[in-house]
């Protein structure tokens, strides 16, 4: 498998052969592990995770044990040089400077892009903000790879807070470039899928359907991508309030659904899926956060192994344009040169994705 990029920040970065690849080598390892025990000994992986986590973070964490390295990091920054106000270039800098590989999540949509500029070492993105989350879109294509034996000609039903949910943003990314995958997605207006994840699924020969109606979609669905409506994302408790229990799948939705259909959630699950669900046998989400952790094996290889080089930010400065996304890191981070990709009126930022359009250009 090959890649000139070395991070991985956003898995369209890479070529598609370079997923098979990874999935390729998970299901060896998955098949026998004893073989790897050692491959990575005298290896250090450092986690940076400045956001809650339990899956992503345990399962990087039991990946390079596995593999036989070791691991260093944090997971709360306040414990860290991060409360006394040092900014994300120097904590990158000094913990890649001790690693040999980076897991980095954080709550800033771009932030992983921007530790990866001054990084030393290999960056993984494990969730930037509610911009994407490339590792556990690799985890869900190995549970789709093993459970249902493809990845094209699939109807995927994706049900929740599909506006801030990086999970299925990086899923659909990568989903669309599969052949003959349709999308349903299942949200309120509010909640709908931001704009830019639909005009990628266009431009990669995808289809998509939107609907507010799970009832309706779940008979025709081969897979059904659950989420967890995003409390953390929200400006007011009010405006989660009012979303936080749209959609709840029961055991009389899942008679609507075909015997083989699946159920996925990148979890943790709130009250969205009623737990009597769990005893069905199309609920594969617990399943799927194992084979999370085996994807996780592949991926410290692979990128421990790379030795590719490339520039970072392709597009241009555009002096005195600034992103429009509040969110993004270069709004906190000010040091970070703003880039953008694209000409004419329509620029992209390159940290976040967002669109801007120049009234002069
Ligand atoms: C997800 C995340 O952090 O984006 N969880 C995960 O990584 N397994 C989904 C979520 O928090 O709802």
Not at 85 to 107: A, F, M, Q
Not at 119 to 144: E, Y
Not at 258 to 264: A, F, H, K, N, T
Request: overall charge neutral.
């Amino acid at each position: 498998m090959f890649s000139d990029y070395p991070h991985l920040i956003d898995l369209n970065d890479h070529p598609i052969s370079w997923w098979n690849g990874l999935l390729k080598q998970a299901e060896e390892i998955m098949k026998n592990p004893a073989l790897y025990a050692n491959s990575c000994k005298g290896k250090i992986m450092g986690t940076l995770f400045y956001e809650p986590s339990t899956r992503t973070q345990m399962s990087f964490q039991t990946a390079m044990l596995r593999l036989g390295g070791t691991i260093i990091g944090f997971d709360n920054p306040q414990t860290s040089s991060v409360a006394k106000g040092e900014n994300l270039k120097d904590t990158t800098k000094i913990v890649s400077g001790y690693s040999d590989v980076l897991v980095i999540r954080h709550p800033t949509v771009g932030a992983a892009k921007a530790a990866a500029l001054t990084a030393d070492c290999p960056v993984i993105n494990a969730g930037d903000g509610g911009h994407l989350h490339p590792t556990q879109t690799l985890t869900d294509l190995l549970t789709l790879k093993v459970e249902k034996k493809r990845l094209s000609d699939l109807t995927i039903g994706l049900c929740g807070d599909l506006l801030n949910g990086r999970t299925v943003h990086s899923l659909c990314k990568a989903m669309s470039c599969y052949e003959n995958n349709h999308f349903i997605m299942i949200s309120t207006k509010e909640l709908k899928m931001p704009s830019y994840i639909k005009s990628t699924i266009r431009a990669n020969g995808g289809t998509y359907e939107e609907t507010e109606s799970l009832e309706e979609a779940i008979p025709k669905l081969d897979m059904l991508y659950m989420t967890r409506i995003q409390r953390e994302r929200f400006a007011s408790q009010e405006e989660y309030l009012a979303q936080k229990d749209t959609y709840i799948l029961t055991s009389k939705k899942m008679q609507l659904a075909r015997p083989d259909m699946i159920v996925l959630h990148p979890l943790p699950r709130v009250d969205e899926i009623e737990v009597a669900v769990d005893d069905d046998s199309r609920a594969l989400y617990f399943k799927q956060a194992k084979y999370g952790m085996y994807v996780r094996m592949s991926l410290i290889l692979t990128m421990l192994q790379s030795t590719a080089k490339t520039e970072l930010l392709a597009g241009d400065l555009h002096k005195g344009i600034s992103c429009k996304n509040p969110k993004c890191i270069t709004h906190q981070e000010n040091y970070l040169p703003k880039s953008f990709l694209g000409k004419g009126s329509t620029l992209v930022c390159e940290y976040c994705d967002e669109r801007l359009l120049l009234e002069h250009a």
